[in-house]
């Protein structure tokens, strides 16, 4: 059977997000943000469960309306399975069953990491096979090779942190707003790369560790405080830019090694991260020196959207798959 609209919806975290994929293009595409989860720092999961309740009908419906499409449509809903937070994904997963009863339309569960691989077949052209992919978020940072739209295999992860996750710290550390990658990103281009050294952790192989190089800013902003208590305030263009540098270099350094045992054609960003300009600007410059296409989605499909979940359900469900009704969600990724 072809499915030429899919309802997509996304619940992973704190974005309700919706998309309809109409043959082959994003006809609309709606995210409603959480600005509860500023106050504190970072994600409530109480909180954005509750807010994603509120918001998943209305994000339904003006997405609906935005892509000129009616409910009864539509061929089939992808929703986000996992990983995420469980009571997050429970919303999202719940709204897709009641619809697939109610409308008897089939419905496929997405693994939101190859959905944010997914993101970069939305928009032509599409990269060609093998692909070597960056993964990039908040909650994940993986080296993941695609040899087919939706087979994939991870090739080398962080071990603790993810690089997002270290933004968020790092950015937590110097006292600037929630979420925090962004102003990193946006001071970074005010100050001096090359003005401080944060090392990395050594790890072998295509694997990845953050939680030293997060440390290495902590010992220093403790020291530098202690002998000028106004030094990160004075300085904070400067730490930034010196930060996402080391960041910047280490991820980099990792994907020129996985080019060297992938050989891709085409080399891919990922994932919330990928939005940094710094990191784009740089996988761009790389796959120019290896002379293999480069792949970045554009940004409003670098974050959790439902594009990315209604794109990779539109080549799931191309194979035949679908998601049983008794389906689970899942909070971390064994899949």
Known sequence: MRYSTILGIESSCDDTAAAIWHNGKILANIAAGQKVHEQYGGVVPELASRAHQSNIIPTIRQTLINANIALNSIDAIAYTQGPGLMGSLLVGANTAK???LALNKPM????HLQAHVAALYIENPKPEFPMLVLLVSGGHTKLVRVDDYMKMQTIGTTLDDAAGEAFDKAAKLLNLPYPGGPEIDRLAKLGNPME??????KVPGLDMSFSGIKTSLLYFLRKSTAEDPDFAEKNKANICASFQHHMVGYLIEKTRKAIAEVKPKTLGLAGG????GSLRSAITT????NRINGCIPAFEYCTDNAAMI?????YLLETGATTPLNAVPFSRNSH
């Open 98 to 100: 009641g619809l697939s």
């Open 108 to 111: 496929i569960g997405i693994n």
């Open 196 to 201: 401080y050294t944060f090392p990395h952790a």
């Open 273 to 276: 991260v990928s939005a940094n």
């Open 286 to 289: 790389l796959a120019k020196e």
């Open 310 to 314: 209604a794109v990779a359900g539109h």
